[in-house]
């Protein structure tokens, strides 16, 4: 088996007259986890229903485990563990009786089965709910009981369709470590439109907003991209004119947007936008040393990957 | 295990946890027991379960839908279908799944009305044979009820729909052949009594098993269970 585990190529998605995915192309490798950015209703959940074979493309093609979602979609259900949005689970059963009917479904060997439930429920710290029914559990708990489910069968491949949405900021902290380390030995996918969850839990991010791939890369790719960003200069104000100190950096070239802002008593600040990606620090530190300017302060402000996916995702907002 | 064995097993265990199954069951058995003894036994004074095999196809109409009602739609609103056909389970394996744990709740029913015939038997000989025969005529005919029931689960997402739908679907089967009594003999009779889902339990329930008959509920079954399944796959096609 090639080392891509998940190939897309031109995947699209009609309901109806609306195109919820367009043309999505991409693939992950084994032992990435992946994450899916974008607005509600971008296309990240359909997608991943069409992987896990829940529904079928209307064009274009998805290959799993080296296995074609719509032709093979058996051996592709057998190889993934997916956790639907909002975790859909029995209420009326206990976590271990959940449990031991996914086993019996995936139609694991019988004598490993409470072992493998043991184990799979330390991992996901399922303590003591064992003997709980599902529809007592806190979203929490249940969302732990929806990830031990996906790996119950030990998975190549992992997808989970926002994990961690609804949970308690404790909680969010403890399924994120738990990817974390499912993803050191699986392919996960993992969607979600919190980007600090992103920054933190994932080696490579897409991004996708109407149905559209926007973006590909790893978190820190794609800050680089928008960077050339945005600087912050203060110079001592002792006798230059704040509008000299203005006009001269923004004649700096690359130089898209130069304000005088709110600065400390005796300084001058100025916030400096810049397009392009080079660095902007080295001329105006030239500037300054040229003009004899007592420069304070010089930070350059890498962007954040909310401007990344704010710049990449707006206009596409109302869409959804 | 097979994965429709998996999911009937889940599904019987789920009868058994709600109250709701066990109200049905009494429920049913009340009525058909009250019916049996009050309006047919003690009036015609004869040893036999024929007046209760009799009721069956109209009290089926209530019983059916009770009973399947929640199998798939329920599913499909709490979003726990999702998850089950994501497993690796067919598609018409998750449908027989269903069926298979509503004829097991039926066999419980059913069960329970053998102490109809245990009474019966105190107070006069029975013929073994109708009486076999007629439950298992029940069992096929039951299949047929449950089979609309289960195919009208897969069509919609609300179990009150479902079970509207299940009982409006039978209740047509059982009324065109109630009509072949007012038909006159012919083509059109001879149809209507094919359709009708009654009709052919009235040999069944004097004691008469035909291949016609069998072959006609076990086409009901099939023809339903096929819908179910198309319905399911059908969030697949373009």
Known sequence: ?320 | MNPAMVIARREVRAYFNSPVAYIVVAAFTIIAGGIFFIFKFFLTQEASLRGFFETMPMLFMFLAPAITMRLIADEKASGTLELLITMPVRDWQVVLGKFLAAMALLATTLALTLVFAITVRALGPVDRGPTIGGYLGLLLMGGAYMAIGVMSSAFTRSSIVACIVAFVISLGLFIVGQATQYLPAGPLQGFASFIGIGTHFDNISRGIIDTRDVIYYFSVMGICLLLATLSLESRRWN
């Open chain 1, 1 to 320: 088996m090639s080392d891509l585990m998940i190939e897309v190529e031109g995947l699209t998605k009609n309901y109806g007259i609306t195109r919820a995915v367009n043309k999505v192309s991409f693939g992950v490798r084994r032992g990435e986890v992946l994450g899916f950015l974008g607005p509600n209703g971008a296309g990240k959940s359909t997608t991943m229903k069409i992987l896990t074979c829940f529904l079928a493309p209307t064009a274009g093609r998805a290959l799993v485990g080296g296995h074609d979602v719509f032709t093979d979609s058996l051996e592709v259900r057998k190889r993934v563990g997916y956790l639907p949005e909002d975790t859909p689970i029995y209420r009326d059963m206990t976590v271990l009786e959940f449990l031991e009917f996914a086993a019996a479904m995936r139609g694991m060997d019988r004598d490993k089965v409470p072992g493998r439930i043991k184990e799979i429920g330390q991992r996901c710290g399922l303590g003591d709910v064992a003997g709980k029914l599902v529809g007592e559990l806190s979203k929490g708990f249940r969302q732990r009981v929806g990830l031990a489910q996906a790996m119950l069968h030990d998975p190549d491949i992992v997808i989970l369709d926002e994990p961690t949405s609804g949970l308690d900021p404790n909680q969010i902290v403890e399924i994120r470590s738990l990817i974390k380390e499912i993803g050191r030995e699986k392919t996960v996918i993992l969607s979600t439109h919190i980007l600090p969850e992103v920054q933190a839990t994932c080696s490579r991010v897409l991004i996708i907003s109407g149905g559209k791939l926007v973006a590909d890369g790893t978190p820190d790719e794609l800050r680089a991209r928008e960077r050339g960003g945005r600087y912050r200069v203060v110079v001592e104000s002792n006798g230059v004119a704040k509008d000299a100190i203005r006009d001269r950096l923004a004649m700096l070239s690359g130089v898209t947007r130069c304000e005088a802002v709110a600065g400390e008593d005796g300084a001058h600040a100025f916030a400096i936008d810049a397009g392009g990606a080079g660095d902007l620090r080295k001329p105006i530190f030239r500037a300054a040393v040229d003009n004899r300017w007592t420069l304070l302060e010089l930070a350059r402000e890498s962007a954040s990957l909310e401007d990344v996916f704010r710049n990449l995702t707006t206009g596409e907002e109302g869409k959804s």
